[in-house]
DNA sequence: AACTCAGTTGATGATTTTATGAAACGGAGA
DNA sequence: TCTCCGTTTCATAAAATCATCAACTGAGTT
């Protein structure tokens, strides 16, 4: 049974989308803010997220990229009718789809089976091993990187500093956890090997260079923003 | 029932054509830029996509060359008027027909139909699966390769290597699992064989060789540019 | 402002990995 | 047995990548 939390400050929304989601037989759990939202999903994790845009305390926008950085659940937007439907692609920050206010319970529902459906089913495979971050894709199946659709050739090290960088996005990363990792943990080398290929990549990546954080007397950090 | 892939950023130009594909018996999914067509694209196969030139994240053209590097489903583009370049540029790419916005959906449902029925027949015709790349034609029935029309004599290691390869192409492929996989799992022998090998099928290929790339520290991958 | 420590950068010779040509091998058929 | 041909091995060449070093930068501290 998938699991959904649906963030909301309009306590009518949550109870409505409740009512019918639980209908189909989803389990529900509801946020108010996307402060609540991004505690309970570090804590817990989902099928899928309805969040709202507009939202007091930290808007769903924000909390959707909050919440990227640690988490690849598919998130479907609320947005309603007035606020700019550029801007939603404007901000597309990996949202799976959106809706707009007021919306049919059964259109959003019909929404939420396919964005269901078709995480699950990627999941099964697992072979289409892909992360995706706006114009960046890093593909470990077939051992490519590409930024804005231009294959990026990289090095053996370079590909797995990334990959490993990649697959850990948003956590901390010790100098010693990446290089025990990567080198293997019975290497005794140069303490600047890690900074030169960490300078490496982040030429590589171009403006998604900045992606990868330098994490001052720790280590790095690779983030989507 | 055939399955179609609807790309386009308007939630309006989406739901016409949804409309118009369902009332056809078509089963219909969207995505909302290149980026989630290529995702949506690797997780799932379709008869067809009809894909918007114009959209933000990744446009069309891009999306649509990143999508024939692992698949090779029809896609009807779909552009303004006036960006004629596009349309040469479009079909260059391997799209199979290009319609003009705004189209009447009666119109683009014809020649949904025609594609669809094209490729079916060429794939029932084509019953013994065969792989082609611009001059590249590779008849795994038939064991057969031919470059340019010109049929390219293997011996039976080439053939398993190479249509090893290309049946997996666009993955990164390892020493170890092609060298099980070809040579079987208990080949104890030298670790330049396969090197050799790839050196004979290089040499058949042509200038096809180039799309076989080595993957250094890791193997090869056979690629369609 | 000077200091200090951590991180950044570019250059380079050493090392690792792959490519290649030639030779050796070995089984099937003549 | 001999020859042919696909296959494998091997030695060497060529290429790509790496580790290292030294100088530099820049943020935080004193």
Redesign the interface.
């Known amino acids: 049974m998938s699991k959904i939390l649906v963030v909301d400050d309009e306590y009518r929304i949550r109870q409505i989308i409740r009512k019918y989601a639980e209908f189909e037989g989803y389990e529900v759990e509801e946020a108010v803010d996307g402060m609540q939202a991004i505690e309970i999903c570090r804590k817990k994790e989902f099928d899928l997220i309805i969040m709202d845009v507009m939202m007091p305390e930290l808007d769903g926008f924000s909390a959707c990229r909050e919440i990227r950085k640690f988490r690849d659940t598919p998130i479907i937007m609320l947005s309603a009718r007035g606020e700019e439907?550029d801007k939603i692609?404007?901000f597309?920050l990996g949202s799976?789809?959106?809706v707009?206010k007021p919306f049919s319970p059964k259109e959003l529902m019909m929404r939420v089976g396919?964005v269901i459906k078709?995480t699950a089913?990627?999941e099964d495979?697992a072979k289409?091993d892909?992360f995706?971050y706006?114009?960046l894709?890093v593909d470990f199946?077939?051992?490519?990187v590409?930024v804005?659709?231009n294959r990026v050739e990289m090095?053996?090290k370079e590909y797995e500093l990334f990959f490993y960088m990649v697959r850990n996005k948003g956590l901390a990363l010790t100098r010693e956890s990446l290089i025990s990792e990567v080198w293997g943990y019975d290497f005794f080398g140069d303490e600047r090997t890690l900074d030169t290929h960490i300078k490496l990549l982040r030429k590589s990546l171009g403006e998604y260079s900045k992606c990868i954080v330098t994490l001052r007397g720790v280590g790095y950090r690779f983030e989507t923003v």
């Open positions: 439907y692609h404007g597309e799976d789809d959106y707009v396919a078709r089913k990627s495979a289409n892909v995706t706006k114009g894709e199946a077939a051992r490519t590409t804005d659709g090095t053996p």
